[in-house]
């Protein structure tokens, strides 16, 4: 039976994805901010299917947090970090700025080597993250979440190549969504947006597919494909933003 681990569990993508592999018979550990939330999904399923931990990515005590949880789901084949935040900043406001970099690189630095030296004592394993579209080119309407969403990309590589050269067993699944009808878009209209079960079906698919690089759906491989061509000089005076 597979063990899974999801960080970022309560809501979006991180759910509708542990909905799909619960309903597989996987055994998961599941853990996020919001106790209740987690604790509603567990008592959905069979007893000892899933086990939970409160768990916040900004903190240093997360990786023994989530050694606890491992340890609780009798090890972990496959691990998915689904946690990270991110607004519009467009008067540049610095506690916005720091925020999202304390989630999306303090946090993601934290919990992928945690999985990284897990799988590196245990044989191997895999590990997913959802990152962003966000990542291809600077946006000037949010600075802080593009620059991580690209810092998550360039770190996932890294430690790809890391794995390779101490020739550690480990897969890696950088998941690049476009505009997703989750929680961390709410107040914008955004164009081509998804639905998270949709979305979370096809990070399934890329997981088990063992795609190093997935960009979700085939219409943002289109925009990803022809934004890599925009010159920086014309870049800059093109504005992207939610209306």
């Known amino acids: 039976m597979k063990r899974a681990i999801i960080i970022g569990a309560t809501s979006g993508m991180g759910l509708e994805v542990a909905r799909i592999w619960a309903a597989r018979g996987w055994k998961l550990g599941i853990a996020g901010r919001r106790e ?40 972990m084949d496959l691990f998915l970090l689904s946690s990270g935040i991110g607004s519009q900043n467009l008067e540049l406001q610095p506690a916005i700025e720091l925020a999202t970099a304390a989630t999306n690189v303090g946090g993601f630095i934290r919990l992928t080597t945690a999985a990284f030296h897990y799988f590196k004592a245990h044989g191997g394993g895999h590990i997913a993250v959802i990152s962003s579209i966000a990542g291809t ?89 022809f934004w890599r061509l925009i010159p920086r000089w014309l870049w800059k005076r093109m504005p992207v933003r939610n209306r």
């Open 137 to 225: 080119k600077g946006l000037g309407s949010a600075p802080a979440y593009s620059a991580t969403k690209r810092f998550q990309n360039t770190y996932i590589e890294a430690l790809e190549q890391l794995a390779r050269m101490q020739h550690y067993p480990i897969r890696f699944t950088d998941i690049r969504p476009g505009f997703v009808a989750t929680d961390l878009l709410k107040g914008g209209r955004y164009p081509m947006l998804m639905q998270a079960p949709k979305v979370a079906a096809r990070i399934v698919r890329a997981i088990d597919r063992r795609q190093t690089v997935a960009v979700i759906d085939g219409r943002y491989r289109v925009l990803v494909f």
């Open 36 to 75: 209740e939330a987690l604790l509603r999904f567990q008592a959905s399923y069979p007893a000892g299917q899933v086990e939970v931990q409160p768990l916040d990515v900004t903190h240093d005590d997360a990786p023994q947090q989530l050694d606890q949880l491992i340890a609780r789901l009798g090890g």
